[in-house]
């Protein structure tokens, strides 16, 4: 590192802290030391024998092992004299040659008051963007109904006319995909309530496998269920079968109908803590009790093209999409759905070697029927 360069890091006015792949501290700066002064990290040191210690050490040594990491991550971890300290920071991979060295965090201090007025105004903005969706929805949707009325009626009479019939025919195709676009808007921008009951994660996924197979009869779908026997996780079934639903539609469309598309089942452990991501209670490997706990593991890997590297970070964004006839809803969806069962979704892809979807979710989360 030059001269120049260790100034610019030394006098940052945030903390950082790099961390290679094995999870040794490669370099930690003056104030993000003065800031983790309550759990002092030094340079040298091993982050994953100390992932027990608080919720930014176990974010950190679980990040090395994801491929997707959250771009804001909120914690509280144990301040000086027994105050809890609310940390705000984030994640950005290590690179020093081609490939994934490590991972990268750059942290602030961040105050209570800080903390409430930007919670209240993301509030407020969320709110806002709610009303204006279904404000939009209702103004767009009375009009495309009357056109779709109007057109019914034009169809009736057009029958001998058969230009005029196929104008009109492509007309009533596009005000349902107008009414298909808003409702998955409004989908999106709805708050997720679930529906919590116990059920068969392995028989769920044989289900909606079994769909997708007569809708894509060119492709190969399989499943490997690594336990062999049931695998049971608390959730809303209707939006847990959603959201893996979106997941292998978009496997399959991207190996255009005609790949193959394995699912594995099967179950890991992992520390688990309530942080916030992006300024909302979510889960980074979620859960409440700050213990080892068990997670069910869902892997969905295809032999497609893959995900450029230049837009990967995109495609968890709502409205990005790559396809024609995309809304780009669909997987930012699927992860609205699994962070709201407290659990994670990540992702990692290879140009010319597919994509591989990765869900996990707290086998013990909530309380199903």
Same mark, same amino acid.
């Given at each position: ?5 260790? &100034? ?7 903390g950082?802290?790099?961390i ?6 490669? !370099? ?13 990290? @030094? ?24 491929? !997707? ?25 290590? /690179?020093?040659s081609?490939?994934? #060295?490590?991972?990268? &965090? ?32 209702h ?15 034009l ?50 996924? #044989? ?5 997708m197979? &007569?809708? !894509?009869?060119?492709?190969?779908f399989?499943?490997?269920n ?20 979106n ?6 469309? &991207? ?7 394995t ?10 803590d ?27 890997? #295809? ?10 970070? @995109? ?6 999409t790559?396809? /024609? ?15 709201a069962h407290?659990?994670?979704? #990540? ?12 869900? /996990? ?9």
């Open positions: 590192m030059s001269h120049i360069e260790g &100034a610019i890091l030394s006098s940052f006015r945030a950082i802290v790099a290679r792949s094995d999870g040794t501290v490669a !370099y930690i700066n003056p104030i993000g030391a003065k800031i983790l002064e309550g759990c002092s990290l @030094r340079k040298g040191e091993n982050i994953h024998p100390r992932s027990g210690e608080n919720v930014f050490f176990r974010v950190l040594s679980e990040a090395l092992t994801m491929n !997707y990491l959250p771009t804001r991550v909120e914690a509280e971890l144990p301040g000086r004299d027994g105050e809890r300290q609310s940390l705000g920071f984030t994640l950005a991979v290590l /690179k020093e081609e490939g994934k #060295d490590g991972i990268c &965090a750059f942290f602030k201090d961040l105050t209570q008051v800080e903390m409430a007025e930007e919670s209240e105004n993301l509030k407020e903005r969320l709110m806002m963007l709610g009303q204006m969706a279904a404000g939009l929805a103004e767009i949707r009375n009009p495309i109904a009357s056109i779709g009325v109007h057109a019914s009626i169809r009736s009479h057009l029958s001998e006319n058969e230009k005029l019939l196929s104008s009109v025919k492509m007309m009533s195709q596009e005000i349902e995909k107008v009414d298909y676009i808003i409702r998955e808007c409004l989908n999106f921008v709805r708050p997720t309530e679930l529906e919590l009951r116990q059920i068969r994660v392995d028989r769920l996924l #044989d289900e909606i496998i079994a769909r197979i &007569a809708l !894509y009869p060119e492709m190969d399989s499943m490997q690594a336990v062999g026997g049931e695998l049971k996780v608390a959730a809303d079934t209707a939006l847990l079968e959603q959201a893996l639903t997941i292998l539609v978009n496997a399959a469309d &991207a190996c255009h109908g005609k790949g193959t598309v699912v594995f089942v099967g179950t890991s452990r992992h520390f688990t309530a942080v916030r991501l992006n300024r909302k209670v979510a889960m980074i490997l979620p859960g409440h009790s700050g213990k080892e706990e068990d997670f069910v593991r869902i892997h969905i890997r #295809d032999n497609g093209p893959g995900i450029p590297p230049e837009i990967q970070d @995109r495609i968890f964004v709502p409205f990005f790559t396809k /024609k006839t995309g809304t780009g809803i669909g997987l930012p969806l699927a992860q609205k759905i699994v962070h407290g659990g994670v979704l #990540d992702m990692n892809s290879e140009v010319g070697k597919g994509t591989e979807f990765i869900i /996990k979710i707290p086998m013990r989360h909530g309380s199903g029927r």
